[in-house]
């Protein structure tokens, strides 16, 4: 059975959120600058920032969570996190191969730091699929240990 919609995009917010923030401070010990993930958006778009920040909360929010819970949840095996940071793993590598390069951060962030930037990107999008697994967790996963002591 598939995680309930609400937790997915509560998981979703909350990953989100932590990706942002991991994103804006732990970015800079690891690569020397923050890292702009609404910027990199906004520039894709025109050069506009909000619409960079709009895009980056419907995906992290609203459009990942809902692909995960209808879709990919069912696919991987495993419980929760097991299952959620393979997803950040599958979002991450899309990341690096088609948003960097369209965004003029090249092929894995070679224009924008490289190496560093990329393991940055990487504990940022496994966070992100963590949080969302647990929090989306399963349909009946909040059930499963009341039926067992029954």
């Known amino acids: 059975m598939n995680p309930n919609i609400i937790k997915a995009i509560l998981g979703g917010i909350v990953g989100t959120l932590m990706m942002s923030l991991m994103m804006r401070f732990a970015a800079p010990m690891m690569v020397g600058q923050p890292m702009d993930i609404a910027a990199m958006l906004g520039n894709m778009m025109g050069g506009v920032y909000a619409l960079g920040m709009a895009a980056h909360i419907m995906l992290g929010v609203l459009v990942f969570p809902l692909i995960y819970a209808l879709l990919v949840f069912r696919l991987l095996p495993g419980g ?11 979002l991450w590598l899309i990341a690096e191969t088609m948003v960097m390069p369209m965004a003029g951060a090249g092929f894995f962030m070679s224009e924008i730091g490289g ?22 967790g399963g349909a009946d996963s909040c059930c499963s240990a009341h039926r067992s002591l029954a």
């Open 80 to 90: 929760p996190l097991i299952k959620g940071m393979p997803w950040g793993l599958i």
């Open 115 to 136: 190496i560093k930037a990329v393991m940055a990107a990487l504990m940022g999008h496994l966070v992100y699929g963590g949080l969302l697994g647990v929090i989306a």
